[in-house]
């Protein structure tokens, strides 16, 4: 969800009920791989799949909770913990999955908590955060990376796209959003990076851990 506003619904939510083939599904392909019909690729790309999807959908629900809560600075300047499981899913999981758990998360903690009208600009938002600490960390979480992630994530999406939202949302003329928020991002910038590093530590242990797990 993203950090700037609270969104309103646009889609209608339905209840899913559990099919009961599914465990007897799950029975058989269990079945099938202890016999051993079942090696090498094709079960380990149905265990990378199935992996990957618990994983974002951990993130995803992290993401809604964490959105509800900040820690206010000033009166004008609250620090949000929305973003830090959306960078955590682009850096783990790669500039596919991220921007999918950033979209995802925005709609689902409108669907929780509707807290403002909706603007799709803000769900695209989340989704480039996603894509952008997809780019520069999957392969390497280095300091340098980390603070060059952040610092283009707080240049493109919070200082331009969102106080372009902004603007477009409550009729108010863009160069005015943009003076309006400038300190706060400089204030922020450096905080954000700071739990970015310390999220991002946990996410590479995590990595290292399922690396040397294969190779053994």
């Known amino acids: 969800m993203s950090d700037e506003r609270g969104v309103v619904a646009r889609t209608k939510s339905k209840a899913y009920g559990f ?7 799950l029975l058989r392909i269990s079945s099938f791989v202890a016999k051993g019909n079942c090696k090498g690729g094709f079960y380990m790309s149905i265990f990378n799949k199935t992996k990957t999807l618990t994983l974002a959908a951990l993130f995803v629900a992290i993401a809604v909770v964490l959105s509800f809560f900040k820690v206010p600075l000033t009166p004008l300047i ?23 758990v950033g979209a995802v998360s925005d709609i689902l903690g409108y669907m929780v908590r509707p807290t403002g009208p909706f603007f799709p600009g803000f769900t695209l938002s989340a989704a480039l955060s996603g894509l952008l600490y997809g780019l520069m960390l999957h392969r390497e979480t280095t300091l340098k990376r ?24 409550y009729g108010n003329a863009f160069t005015a959003v943009i003076a309006a928020r400038t300190v706060k991002e400089l204030v922020m910038f450096p905080i954000n990076t700071m739990l970015l590093v310390l999220v991002l530590r946990a996410v590479t242990a995590v990595r290292l851990t399922g690396g040397e797990q294969r190779a053994r």
Do not use: C, Y
């Not at 099919?19 to 599904?25: C, F, K, T, V, Y």
């Not at 609250?78 to 790669?94: T, V």
């Open 78 to 100: 609250e620090l949000r913990f929305g973003a830090l499981p959306i960078a955590a899913a682009g850096a783990l999981l790669g500039p596919v999955v991220g921007p999918v």
């Open 146 to 169: 980390v603070v060059a992630a952040q610092a283009i994530k707080t240049v493109i999406v919070n200082f331009l796209l969102n106080s372009l939202w902004l603007s477009m949302l």
């Open 19 to 25: 099919d009961h083939r599914i465990p007897l599904l």
